[in-house]
């Protein structure tokens, strides 16, 4: 089979995987969710458990459930019997990952956990297997078949956790209302803090570098605001300062074209109506958005009377590190 064959074959399998635990969602999520939101609720914490490529992917779920605001730890299998235990308190929910719901480290640790007064939920394919009966919540990723050839390396049913453990930290997050400046008190670093973190206010140009021209002005006179600012765009105001279109250097080679006496026309006659524009006390994360969803290379800015106030130029993103 040629690679690129066998990658849509993987697709495939895994997909069709992931579309078969979808369909076998029912109440025992709701559960699995409440236990978590009422556990972290009470100041408790989800302890995740796995062996192999299952504690490679309660790793990730971990990471996942501790960046959006619900406090996670990795118990390793193996060290909890000699000390490690000890992350494990009264009040916690344990996460436990299996896909047989045999695997004997996980099995022979499953009794000392049953020590403590928590709550087990399992991730595993069956739920008669030895994790799945001494589970209070079993949710099922059982896959028709793994991508592997021989159907032994685990691929599709891992992908299936993975997405299970996606799908309980964003109903969990919903369900304790956490929001997107909650987001940002734990990625503070990083460019989607920075995004969340700062206002628009902080990141736009202004003062010279912010070109602003009366709506009477002539084009000519508009482009010699436009080189002194060192701008492609120029925010168009009529007499009481309000924002009433803009121009730029594109409009200028279009319209050239047609209309060689453009240099003498009135802005307000060859401006563009009705510009995109932000708030200056807007999330910079909100100037982001704009920009992925419009094919533009600036952003006007306005205060709260729409007057501009300053100007986002795509082009300083990435000195600002938020692309």
């Known amino acids: 089979m040629r690679p690129l ?11 069709a995987g992931l579309r078969a635990v979808q369909s076998r969602l029912d109440s025992a999520f709701d559960r699995a969710v409440e236990l978590l939101v009422e556990t972290l609720g009470r100041r408790g914490k989800v302890v995740i458990v796995g062996i192999g490529k299952s504690g490679n992917i309660g790793r990730k779920i971990a990471a996942t459930l501790t960046s959006t605001g619900s406090t ?8 909890a019997l000699h000390g490690d235990l000890g992350i494990v308190n009264d009040g916690d929910v344990v996460l436990a990952l299996s896909y047989s719901g045999e695997t004997e480290e996980l099995v022979g640790l499953l009794p000392a956990i049953k020590r403590f007064s928590v709550k087990l939920v399992a991730l595993t394919a069956d739920s008669k297997s030895t994790l799945g009966r001494l589970s209070d919540v079993v949710l099922n990723v059982k896959v028709g078949k793994e991508a592997c050839p021989f159907n032994l390396a685990p691929t599709a049913s891992t992908t299936a956790m993975l997405v299970m453990g996606d799908a ?6 919903a369900a304790r209302g956490f929001k997107q400046s909650d987001f940002a008190k734990y990625h503070p670093s990083g460019s989607i803090g920075r995004a969340l973190l700062l206002r628009v206010r902080d990141i736009m140009r ?11 002005m002539s084009v000519k006179e508009a482009l010699l605001v436009m080189t002194k600012a060192k701008s492609g765009s120029v925010c168009v105001v009529n007499a009481r300062g309000k924002l009433v279109g803009v121009f730029t250097d594109g409009d200028l080679r279009r319209q050239m074209a047609g209309d060689d006496g453009i240099l003498g026309r009135l802005l307000k006659d060859v401006m563009s109506r009705n510009p995109i524009r932000i708030n200056d006390d807007a999330l910079a994360a909100e100037a982001l958005k704009i920009f992925n969803e419009r094919n533009i290379d600036d952003i006007l800015v306005v205060d709260s009377k ?7 130029d795509s082009q300083d993103l990435p ?3 938020l692309m």
Do not use: C, W, Y
């Open 206 to 216: 202004t003062g010279e570098r912010n070109a602003v021209a009366q709506e009477n």
């Open 72 to 79: 996670s730890v990795v118990l390793d299998s193996v060290d």
């Open 319 to 321: 000195k600002l590190k």
């Open 168 to 173: 309980l930290a964003m109903a969990v997050l």
């Open 306 to 312: 729409s007057r501009p106030v300053g100007l986002v």
């Open 5 to 15: 064959a066998q990658a849509r074959r993987v697709f495939d399998i895994e997909i």
